[in-house]
């Protein structure tokens, strides 16, 4: 059973040319809302892909202030949760949730 608050947790996963690099080592980047803690994110990629997870790393990463047309705004900050999967477990992020 897939609590609701599991979608909450987890915003998007990553798709960069370093987390595909990363994928090689059965690991998974997701964009995760800021108050989110680590057991909330390793249930919640439990319970929405049906896979055992090793371990949760996180980081924020501050928003930058930009320009645009001369006028200057604030990227938000965005926290991100390097999931580690425990051995021949995946996940296919390119489906979407």
Do not use: C, W
Not at 9 to 18: G, H, R, S
Not at 41 to 66: D, H, Q, S
């Amino acid at each position: 059973m897939t609590d609701l608050r599991h979608y909450d947790v987890i915003t998007a996963p990553v798709i960069t040319e370093k987390s595909t690099m990363v994928s090689e080592q059965n690991q998974v980047i997701f964009n995760v809302a800021k108050s989110a803690t680590k057991t909330e994110i390793k249930a919640a990629v439990e319970a929405l892909f049906g896979v055992k997870v090793k371990a949760v790393n996180t980081m924020v990463r501050k928003g930058k202030v930009k320009r645009f047309r001369g006028t200057v705004g604030r990227q938000n900050d965005v926290k991100k949760a390097i999931v580690t999967l425990v051995d021949g477990e995946s996940v296919d992020v390119t489906t979407g949730l």
